[in-house]
């Protein structure tokens, strides 16, 4: 297995930060990782290796104003500027050589990003795969207050209203200070801009749910506090899918590829990967033969 890092151009002319690890011998396929609010894609490293080992080259990058990539610090006014990196670095993983279209997997906020895309650019690629999206609202939200925050998008986007609690991330203390700690992680209050913009997604997917007919990967903590489970099960029922998974780990938190189990939870992302890639390739020798 091996590493390699990188920085490319968006149109728009900010400069974003890619990593890949990669198998030593032929990837079964490629998978492209799209990180959650306020981390950088160096946190899956340990999933981006595992996955690597079991013969996937695995890719991921820093959004705009996270991590690496130049931008003004975890700021965006609409999804649609995250969407856009998103495929311009979906473009860059398929041009490389033996580049593939890739599987989409996308964490937290990135999952999000991850679904909204499906339902209003379709991209190409072999299916999606969610870790704790954010695709529905707490329940104890009360309406006034999200039309507090819309308004608040709207005329004062640069507001700081609320700062992650890293202790929500996961049950491994370890994997929590190390949160904390980490210099390329953001740690102040999340921008009014940005909250509004996930609200308008989360609306959009809320609307566009059905549509969604990619092949489907659903995992979610069942103790997850930062997004809702019921978003999940709710993708997963109204999904037009025909092939999709919802797997809900009791107790989890919301990284649950950071939690004690990570291990159980790749291996059930590896043999989901394995049993589409074999179908794959078993469908190509086929049509050659």
């Known amino acids: 297995m091996r590493k390699s890092e990188g920085t490319f151009e968006t149109a728009g002319g900010l400069r974003l930060f890619e990593r890949s690890w990669l198998p030593d011998g032929e990837p079964k396929g490629a998978i492209v990782i799209v990180h959650g609010y306020a981390e950088h894609s160096g946190r899956y490293d340990y999933a981006g290796c595992w996955l690597a080992e079991r013969g996937y080259a695995v890719h991921a990058l820093d959004l705009r104003g996270h991590g690496r990539s130049e931008g003004e610090r975890v700021f965006v006014r609409s999804f649609n500027e ?5 495929d311009a670095f979906i473009a860059r993983v398929r041009g490389w050589p033996g ?18 895309s499906a339902v209003t650019r379709r991209p190409d690629v072999r ?32 507001l700081r209203l609320r700062k992650l609690d890293p202790a929500d991330v ?6 929590v200070a ?6 390329l992680n953001f740690r102040g209050k999340m921008p009014a801009g940005l909250v509004a913009s996930m609200i308008r997604a989360g609306r959009v997917m809320e609307q566009r749910m059905d549509t969604v007919d ?3 990967l659903i995992m979610h903590g069942t103790a997850d506090a930062l997004t809702n489970p019921e978003g999940s099960r709710e993708l997963y029922r109204r999904a037009a899918s ?9 107790g989890l938190f919301h990284e649950i590829l950071n939690e004690p189990e990570k291990d159980q939870v ?14 794959s390739s078993s469908s190509e020798s086929s049509a050659a033969g």
């Open 99 to 116: 580049g593939a279209t890739p599987w989409l997997l996308g964490h937290s906020m990135g999952g999000s990003i991850v679904a909204l």
């Open 127 to 158: 299916g999606l795969l969610l870790s704790g999206a954010g695709l529905k609202a707490t329940s104890h939200t009360p309406w006034i207050v999200t039309r507090i925050i819309l308004l608040l998008g709207r005329f004062a986007p640069r």
């Open 214 to 216: 990619d092949p489907l």
């Open 82 to 86: 995250y969407l856009d990196d998103v």
């Open 266 to 279: 790749l291996a059930d992302i590896a043999a989901w990967l394995d049993a589409r890639a074999d179908a």
């Open 170 to 175: 996961s049950r491994d203390p370890e994997v």
């Open 242 to 250: 025909t092939d999709k998974t919802l797997k809900l780990y009791e």
């Open 178 to 183: 190390l949160y904390d700690s980490d210099p």
